[in-house]
């Protein structure tokens, strides 16, 4: 079968202690269930495998399509350094209360311990509340000792970095940076496939389950973290009508920002690589070949690598283009 058309998947989506109701209510992820903290949109992430929810394809895993199709779905280029592991993970997130302070392990790190990638993440603010936060570094120059000495004391909060933010802030967080999202925050999250997180602060909250504070990973912390001081932290980016704007370009992805008022051909003839676009703003029409399907607010859709050209048309939109 040739990939010819765009696929969607069925988002995966997890209860979170500090989830809200967005996720279902606004972005209709289809469930009865409260508490939803994150929509996994794209996931090749062991036990949590996206599976296509359109087309011919509907019903197999994206772990299937990476092994058929090898790299007309991927680019070759991504095929040949990956293999059958899709590299990227996408969510989308609603925090009605803060996540806990936490940090990732890196690439080195997390191969060793984990024999899992590290997890560099960007963060683009969909939604956020009136003097909403997050967490991103720290406020002062430490030390590992200064830092534990502050986490011993329970003062840990005031060396942290925090950032009032607003719609369309953008945060690049790379492995080693202390970090966490603040309540009232809707945002749409790109990062390598990796699902480990040192939690080192956590307002000893109480897990439901199982009646206890939910666990620390302090020592494992320790060596993780990246304790220099950073004169900024946020992403600065131009964003232009009907182009592509560059947000974040990374090792482990690239990430373009396209505000839609009209029409928009995009050539990816010498890209090698799928592409990603995530709806963070209004609804956008694609048109490929003789076909189109629509894209609305809170989802995600994957361009095969086959695909090399598509026309995006909309009155008022915003999405994400990330790729390798």
């Known amino acids: 079968?040739?990939?010819?058309?765009?696929?969607?998947?069925n988002?995966?989506?997890?209860e979170r202690i500090w989830g809200g109701n967005k996720l279902t209510t606004v972005f209709k992820k289809g469930s009865?269930?409260?508490?939803?903290?994150?929509?996994?949109?794209?996931?090749?992430?062991?036990?949590?495998?996206?599976?296509?929810?359109?087309?011919?394809?509907?019903?197999k895993s994206l772990k299937d399509l990476i092994q058929t199709y090898?790299?007309?779905?991927?680019?070759?280029?991504?095929?040949?350094?990956?293999?059958?592991?899709?590299?990227i993970l996408i969510k989308y997130i609603d925090a009605k209360t803060p996540l806990s302070i936490q940090v990732h392990p890196s690439n080195e790190l997390a191969k060793t311990r984990h024999n899992?990638?590290?997890?560099?993440?960007?963060?683009?603010?969909?939604?956020?509340?009136?003097?909403?936060?997050?967490?991103?570094?720290f406020n002062q120059e430490l030390t590992r000792e200064s830092y534990k000495r502050?986490?011993?004391?329970?003062?840990?909060?005031?060396?942290?970095?925090?950032?009032?933010?607003?719609?369309?802030?953008?945060?690049y967080i790379p492995t080693?940076?202390?970090?966490?999202?603040?309540?009232?925050?809707?945002?749409?999250?790109?990062?390598q496939t990796s699902d480990v997180t040192y939690r080192i602060y956590d307002y000893k909250r109480v897990d439901a389950k199982t009646g206890k504070e939910r666990e620390l990973h302090t020592e494992l912390a320790l060596e993780a973290i990246d304790y220099k001081l950073y004169d900024n932290y946020k992403t600065s980016y131009t964003l232009k009508e009907n182009k592509s704007s560059e947000l974040v370009y990374s090792p482990y992805f690239k990430t373009n920002i396209i505000q839609l008022k009209g029409s928009l051909k995009q050539d990816y003839s010498s890209l090698d690589s799928f592409v990603i676009y995530m709806c963070v703003e209004g609804t956008a029409e694609i048109k490929?070949?003789?076909?189109?399907?629509?894209?609305?607010?809170?989802?995600?859709?994957?361009?095969?690598?086959?695909i090399l050209n598509v026309e995006l048309i909309s009155n008022n939109a915003k999405l994400l283009e990330v790729f390798l």
Not at 11 to 14: A, F, Y
Not at 71 to 82: C, I, P, S, T
Not at 127 to 136: C, D, G, Q, T, Y
Not at 289 to 304: A, E, F, S, V
């Open 1 to 9: 079968m040739t990939l010819d058309f765009p696929l969607t998947f």
């Open 11 to 14: 988002p995966i989506l997890k």
């Open 32 to 59: 009865e269930k409260t508490g939803i903290g994150e929509s996994w949109e794209l996931s090749d992430v062991d036990g949590d495998i996206s599976i296509v929810s359109n087309g011919p394809l509907k019903g």
């Open 70 to 87: 090898k790299g007309k779905l991927v680019g070759e280029k991504v095929y040949d350094a990956f293999g059958n592991n899709f590299p």
């Open 116 to 137: 899992s990638f590290g997890k560099n993440e960007m963060w683009y603010i969909m939604e956020a509340e009136e003097k909403a936060e997050l967490i991103v570094g």
């Open 150 to 171: 502050k986490l011993d004391e329970g003062q840990i909060l005031e060396v942290l970095n925090s950032e009032e933010i607003s719609k369309g802030d953008t945060f």
């Open 176 to 191: 080693g940076r202390v970090h966490a999202i603040g309540a009232g925050v809707v945002l749409a999250e790109i990062q």
């Open 288 to 306: 490929y070949g003789h076909n189109t399907c629509q894209l609305h607010l809170g989802q995600t859709m994957l361009l095969p690598a086959t």
